[in-house]
């Protein structure tokens, strides 16, 4: 197995998905996106990810779900939540259910990779 | 109840000080809410660069916002003309319609040209009047240069005539891929319909007018598409053309392309590519090319992916018949060229340079590898036929994971250094440019470095050559980033010594949606753009955010190194706003003019010489209460103001002794606010400035009328204002009168500054010694009253 982080990236919005995968891949992460949050979370479940980017505000289920998904099946998985302007209190929600950070859309890849590469470094130091 | 005491007459009546206060504030209102519209833009524009991930979420409340903003400058201005303007409503409701419609990405409510010719196709003006398929080709010829076979389009708002004149739309809404009896019947109608007159006349009138231009035998060939069909890659073919179509028969065969889009096939891969079964349909009608050699090129060979050469194939009557490679780069040497005799199109090695260079030119517009429908016609002449994104079905060079590592091996001159004024990745050698002749010599895929990244318009002929654009200064929303936008060409600025750093020669990768150049060629990154590279350009949300600003926000530069080249001038937001803008400014002049006869009773005055002159107002706190009324002359003294004492230092300066007289000239001041009126001789000048704690609300704004305007010598002082307020990084925007400028959001000591040098700029333009030679360059005029700053 790659040693490499595992993103996995979900926004229903396709073209976030589309702008963050190379970026990403770009700075030597392993990245999965996914435009569809129940094929996501079938994802999670059958692999532990060590990062999980997911936006806030989706149709079927929002991200404090996946968030709550994703910590259930593994509490070193850190999540980072994507948001937009109207969706800040649900960012301050998430953060205090276990979120490690969220990002505001509309957001520079570079951005986020801050934000990761902090994750990274947490994660790190666990070891 | 104001309407009730406005139609009974029992209005209380304000007195004139109380009306010009409730006006100024309202003014204030208009330039604060203009303001925040400008940095709205501005921040949409910035993001138009493509460093920031958009999605449409961001793209509806920039619409709101922008839309909001707009709604209460017009309704302001509505306020202070009494309501004169306010059809202004209905046309902001409307364009609102339509852009929600354009991020729906449905074609704009019907309006506009029937047909349109494909030389004036515009990508951003037409998109959603003809689609993208054609304003591709329209791109290819206007942009790139390359020859297309002339033709018009008959546009979705022509289809939309059609179908209601024949009563379709039930039908339509019943569209299915299936062979069901509903199609059948809707296919038959659609080819016996009859064409409303007013569209018949036009395809008519079309035709005719491209018999003119070209030598019988007139054939033509009709292709149909729909709206976002070219977002998808397997769908940019002739999914419905008819061929050989004379002049007298173009009626019929647009019916006959119609009834294909409707067809089972056509609508199963509408099904298939995302979009509605049932759709809006634009026809292109080309002249058809009497081909000596025709072909198809790739700019990557399909087979041979990773060995970086184009493939060019000649047909014969249909079928393949000689193949060639070509490499990829300048000067795009034959790599492959059989020679046995036997193909009945061989190409010369030359003709295949030639074909290879144009492919890679419109591979780097639309930034991935292209397939390429040409024809060669008896005179030699290459003519594309359409271009579409080629798919590379193959194994990665370099798995993805990996990129990271091998990218990290190349020298990286610049990481984040600069502002990204276009996205893309592109690889080429420096070409440092200094002057005009330099840019004549710009080679095929040469990376322009430039120290300032300004908008001559000399760079748009060359553009479509570039590889990519370095530039020591500049930033993401200036006008020469938005044309690098308009050529598609990846652009980095404000990197602060590239043209220093860079020698004519080297090579290398240009990495703009990272913002990183490397020294180098860095073929594993240029691999990776080949097979996975996200082309932003070709995203729906990026486009969208170009439509919407396109049709908020002036200026935009049309027909690279054509007769056609001009700015344009339409109808956007922004043109709205600038047109409140000018009325308020007016109204504020009849505001002051309606109760001149008593202020000149009862306004303190102060003066400065024979011929300075000026009313004052107290707005609250600008005036010492014991000069603020009564007409006498009070003291600099007795004024608090911090704005007009600025700009009274530069007006009533020593060089402006000899000014024309002021014929009329007033100021209304606060403590944080000065309007100007200042009539004299043939010039108004109103000014509006703000300062307060809070630098975000600074402003300074001047409108500036001339009645002798059209007059060369008048002409000559405007541009010289103009010319003099830009060095000081004032908006400008030249108006049926004059000129207004605007600057926003500064420090409190930046505004007084800038009003003492607007002062002492009046004073000198008023001068009667100061003339303006006609010999003598404006830009040397500048620099004379520059120097004296």
């Not at chain 2, 449905?106 to 004036?120: A, E, H, N, T």
């Not at chain 2, 002749?437 to 040469?446: A, V």
């Not at chain 2, 937001?573 to 409140?580: E, Q, S, T």
């Not at chain 2, 103001?641 to 009329?664: I, T, V």
């Given at each position: 197995m790659s040693n490499k982080l595992r993103t996995l990236i979900l926004d229903d919005e396709s073209i976030v998905c589309k702008r963050l995968k190379p970026a990403l891949e770009k700075s030597g992460y392993e990245v999965e996106t996914f435009d569809n949050p129940t094929d996501a979370l079938k994802r999670i479940d059958q692999e532990e990810f060590d990062i999980v980017v997911t936006d806030i505000?989706?149709?079927?289920?929002d991200g404090i779900q996946v968030l709550e998904h994703v910590l259930a099946r593994s509490s070193r998985t850190r999540v980072i939540i994507i948001t937009g302007y109207a969706t800040v209190e649900m960012a301050r929600e998430a953060l205090a259910k276990g979120a490690f950070d969220f990002i505001a859309k509309p957001f520079k890849p570079n951005d986020l990779r801050a934000v990761i590469a902090k994750a990274a470094k947490e994660l790190k130091s666990e070891k | 109840m104001n309407w009730w005491r406005k139609l009974s007459g029992t209005q209380p009546k304000l007195d004139p000080n109380t009306i010009l206060r409730l006006k100024c504030a309202r003014f204030h209102h208009v330039q604060e809410n203009y303001k925040k519209f400008n940095n709205l833009i501005n921040d949409a524009i910035e993001k138009l660069g493509g460093e920031y991930v958009i999605d449409k979420q961001y793209l509806s409340s920039l619409l709101e916002n922008a839309f909001s903003l707009a709604g209460e400058i017009v309704h302001d201005m509505n306020m202070m003309s009494g309501y004169?303007?306010?059809?202004l409503f209905f046309k902001l409701d409307r364009m609102k319609s339509n852009l929600r419609r354009i991020l729906a990405w449905q074609p704009q409510i019907k309006s506009g040209d029937l047909v349109i010719s494909l030389s004036d196709i515009d990508e951003l003006d037409h998109y959603h009047q003809v689609g993208g398929i054609f304003t591709r080709l329209a791109e290819i010829k206007q942009r790139l240069g390359l020859l297309v076979p002339e033709g018009f389009v008959i546009s979705f708002s022509a289809f939309s005539m059609f179908v209601d004149y024949n009563g379709l739309e039930p039908l339509m809404n019943l569209?299915?891929?299936?062979?069901t009896k509903v199609m059948e019947e809707l296919r038959g109608k659609m080819r016996v319909a009859t064409l409303p007159p007013d569209l018949a006349g036009d395809i008519e009138t079309a035709v005719r007018r491209l018999c003119e231009i070209y030598e019988p035998p007139h054939r033509f060939i009709l292709r149909g598409a729909a709206l976002g069909?070219?977002?998808?890659?397997?769908?940019?073919?002739?999914?419905c053309a008819v061929e050989a179509v004379g002049p007298g028969d173009v009626l019929n065969a647009y019916k006959a392309v119609l009834a294909a889009m409707y067809g089972g096939q056509a609508v199963e891969n509408r099904i298939k590519l995302g979009l509605d079964p049932k759709c809006d349909v634009a026809v292109a009608v080309s002249r058809m090319i009497n081909a000596e050699i025709e072909g198809s090129i790739y700019t990557?060979?399909?087979?041979?992916?990773?060995?970086g050469n184009i493939r060019i194939e000649t047909l014969s009557n249909g079928a393949p018949d000689a193949a060639y490679e070509a490499s990829?780069?300048?000067?795009?040497?034959?790599e492959t060229y059989p020679e046995?005799?036997?193909?009945?199109?061989r190409l010369a090695r030359r003709d295949i340079s030639g074909l290879a260079e144009k492919a890679m030119r419109i591979e780097r517009y639309f930034k991935g590898p292209q397939e390429i429908v040409w024809v060669q016609d008896k005179k030699k002449d290459t003519y594309i036929i359409q271009s579409k994104p080629l798919i590379l079905d193959v194994e990665h060079s370099i798995p993805p994971g990996e990129l990271a590592e091998a990218v990290a091996r190349h020298e990286s001159?610049?990481?984040?250094a600069g502002k990204v004024a276009c996205p893309g990745i592109a690889c080429g050698s420096v070409h440092l440019i200094s002057g005009r002749q330099d840019l004549e010599n710009l080679p095929e895929n040469g990376v322009i470095v430039i120290e300032k990244f300004e908008?001559?318009?000399?760079?748009m002929l060359v553009l479509s050559r570039a590889a990519a654009i370095l530039a020591d200064t500049g930033a993401p929303t200036g006008h020469a980033a938005s044309l690098a936008r308009e050529f598609h060409v990846p652009t980095i600025v404000g990197l602060g010594d590239a043209s220093r750093r860079l020698k004519p020669g080297d090579t290398v990768t240009v990495d703009a949606d990272d913002n990183v150049v490397y020294m180098g060629e860095v073929s594993e990154l240029l691999h990776y753009q080949l097979q996975e590279y996200l082309n932003l350009e070709n995203e729906k949300e990026y486009n969208l955010l170009r439509f919407m600003l396109h049709r908020i926000s002036s200026g935009g530069v049309v027909g690279?190194?054509?007769?056609?080249t001009k700015l344009r001038d339409r109808e956007t937001l922004d043109n709205i706003i600038r047109f409140c803008m000018d009325v308020t400014s007016r109204e504020m002049t009849h505001a002051i003019e309606s109760i001149r006869a008593g202020l000149l009773k009862s306004a303190p005055h102060i003066e400065s010489g024979p011929g300075l002159k000026l009313h004052l107002i107290d707005l609250?706190?600008?005036?010492e209460p014991a000069g603020a009324s009564g007409n006498k002359i009070i003291e600099m003294?007795?004024?608090?103001?911090p704005l007009f004492r600025a700009l009274w230092e530069g007006l009533s300066?020593?060089?402006?002794?000899?000014?024309?007289?002021?014929a009329f000239g007033l100021a209304a001041i606060s403590a944080e606010r000065l309007h100007l009126n200042l009539a004299t001789g043939a010039r108004t000048y109103i000014l509006d400035a703000y300062q307060c704690g809070?630098?975000?609300y600074n402003y300074i704004y001047v409108h500036i009328s001339d009645r002798?305007?059209?007059e060369d010598r008048s002409e000559r002082r405007i541009l010289w204002l103009k010319g003099i307020l830009e060095k000081f990084d004032f908006r400008t925007f030249r108006s049926d009168d004059g000129i207004t400028v605007w600057r926003y959001v500064m420090p409190a000591t930046e505004t007084a500054r800038l009003l003492t040098i607007i002062g002492r700029m009046l004073g000198y333009a008023e001068n009667q010694d100061m003339q303006v030679h006609a010999g003598m360059p404006v830009e040397k005029e500048i620099e004379v009253f520059l120097k004296q700053q």
């Amino acid at each position: 197995m790659s040693n490499k982080l595992r993103t996995l990236i979900l926004d229903d919005e396709s073209i976030v998905c589309k702008r963050l995968k190379p970026a990403l891949e770009k700075s030597g992460y392993e990245v999965e996106t996914f435009d569809n949050p129940t094929d996501a979370l079938k994802r999670i479940d059958q692999e532990e990810f060590d990062i999980v980017v997911t936006d806030i505000r989706m149709d079927e289920i929002d991200g404090i779900q996946v968030l709550e998904h994703v910590l259930a099946r593994s509490s070193r998985t850190r999540v980072i939540i994507i948001t937009g302007y109207a969706t800040v209190e649900m960012a301050r929600e998430a953060l205090a259910k276990g979120a490690f950070d969220f990002i505001a859309k509309p957001f520079k890849p570079n951005d986020l990779r801050a934000v990761i590469a902090k994750a990274a470094k947490e994660l790190k130091s666990e070891k | 109840m104001n309407w009730w005491r406005k139609l009974s007459g029992t209005q209380p009546k304000l007195d004139p000080n109380t009306i010009l206060r409730l006006k100024c504030a309202r003014f204030h209102h208009v330039q604060e809410n203009y303001k925040k519209f400008n940095n709205l833009i501005n921040d949409a524009i910035e993001k138009l660069g493509g460093e920031y991930v958009i999605d449409k979420q961001y793209l509806s409340s920039l619409l709101e916002n922008a839309f909001s903003l707009a709604g209460e400058i017009v309704h302001d201005m509505n306020m202070m003309s009494g309501y004169q303007y306010s059809d202004l409503f209905f046309k902001l409701d409307r364009m609102k319609s339509n852009l929600r419609r354009i991020l729906a990405w449905q074609p704009q409510i019907k309006s506009g040209d029937l047909v349109i010719s494909l030389s004036d196709i515009d990508e951003l003006d037409h998109y959603h009047q003809v689609g993208g398929i054609f304003t591709r080709l329209a791109e290819i010829k206007q942009r790139l240069g390359l020859l297309v076979p002339e033709g018009f389009v008959i546009s979705f708002s022509a289809f939309s005539m059609f179908v209601d004149y024949n009563g379709l739309e039930p039908l339509m809404n019943l569209a299915d891929a299936r062979p069901t009896k509903v199609m059948e019947e809707l296919r038959g109608k659609m080819r016996v319909a009859t064409l409303p007159p007013d569209l018949a006349g036009d395809i008519e009138t079309a035709v005719r007018r491209l018999c003119e231009i070209y030598e019988p035998p007139h054939r033509f060939i009709l292709r149909g598409a729909a709206l976002g069909e070219e977002y998808n890659k397997h769908s940019a073919g002739n999914l419905c053309a008819v061929e050989a179509v004379g002049p007298g028969d173009v009626l019929n065969a647009y019916k006959a392309v119609l009834a294909a889009m409707y067809g089972g096939q056509a609508v199963e891969n509408r099904i298939k590519l995302g979009l509605d079964p049932k759709c809006d349909v634009a026809v292109a009608v080309s002249r058809m090319i009497n081909a000596e050699i025709e072909g198809s090129i790739y700019t990557v060979s399909p087979d041979t992916p990773h060995n970086g050469n184009i493939r060019i194939e000649t047909l014969s009557n249909g079928a393949p018949d000689a193949a060639y490679e070509a490499s990829r780069r300048p000067p795009y040497n034959v790599e492959t060229y059989p020679e046995e005799e036997t193909s009945k199109t061989r190409l010369a090695r030359r003709d295949i340079s030639g074909l290879a260079e144009k492919a890679m030119r419109i591979e780097r517009y639309f930034k991935g590898p292209q397939e390429i429908v040409w024809v060669q016609d008896k005179k030699k002449d290459t003519y594309i036929i359409q271009s579409k994104p080629l798919i590379l079905d193959v194994e990665h060079s370099i798995p993805p994971g990996e990129l990271a590592e091998a990218v990290a091996r190349h020298e990286s001159l610049y990481d984040q250094a600069g502002k990204v004024a276009c996205p893309g990745i592109a690889c080429g050698s420096v070409h440092l440019i200094s002057g005009r002749q330099d840019l004549e010599n710009l080679p095929e895929n040469g990376v322009i470095v430039i120290e300032k990244f300004e908008p001559v318009m000399d760079l748009m002929l060359v553009l479509s050559r570039a590889a990519a654009i370095l530039a020591d200064t500049g930033a993401p929303t200036g006008h020469a980033a938005s044309l690098a936008r308009e050529f598609h060409v990846p652009t980095i600025v404000g990197l602060g010594d590239a043209s220093r750093r860079l020698k004519p020669g080297d090579t290398v990768t240009v990495d703009a949606d990272d913002n990183v150049v490397y020294m180098g060629e860095v073929s594993e990154l240029l691999h990776y753009q080949l097979q996975e590279y996200l082309n932003l350009e070709n995203e729906k949300e990026y486009n969208l955010l170009r439509f919407m600003l396109h049709r908020i926000s002036s200026g935009g530069v049309v027909g690279a190194g054509s007769s056609r080249t001009k700015l344009r001038d339409r109808e956007t937001l922004d043109n709205i706003i600038r047109f409140c803008m000018d009325v308020t400014s007016r109204e504020m002049t009849h505001a002051i003019e309606s109760i001149r006869a008593g202020l000149l009773k009862s306004a303190p005055h102060i003066e400065s010489g024979p011929g300075l002159k000026l009313h004052l107002i107290d707005l609250g706190d600008g005036i010492e209460p014991a000069g603020a009324s009564g007409n006498k002359i009070i003291e600099m003294d007795a004024v608090r103001s911090p704005l007009f004492r600025a700009l009274w230092e530069g007006l009533s300066g020593a060089e402006a002794a000899n000014r024309n007289p002021a014929a009329f000239g007033l100021a209304a001041i606060s403590a944080e606010r000065l309007h100007l009126n200042l009539a004299t001789g043939a010039r108004t000048y109103i000014l509006d400035a703000y300062q307060c704690g809070d630098d975000e609300y600074n402003y300074i704004y001047v409108h500036i009328s001339d009645r002798l305007y059209a007059e060369d010598r008048s002409e000559r002082r405007i541009l010289w204002l103009k010319g003099i307020l830009e060095k000081f990084d004032f908006r400008t925007f030249r108006s049926d009168d004059g000129i207004t400028v605007w600057r926003y959001v500064m420090p409190a000591t930046e505004t007084a500054r800038l009003l003492t040098i607007i002062g002492r700029m009046l004073g000198y333009a008023e001068n009667q010694d100061m003339q303006v030679h006609a010999g003598m360059p404006v830009e040397k005029e500048i620099e004379v009253f520059l120097k004296q700053q």
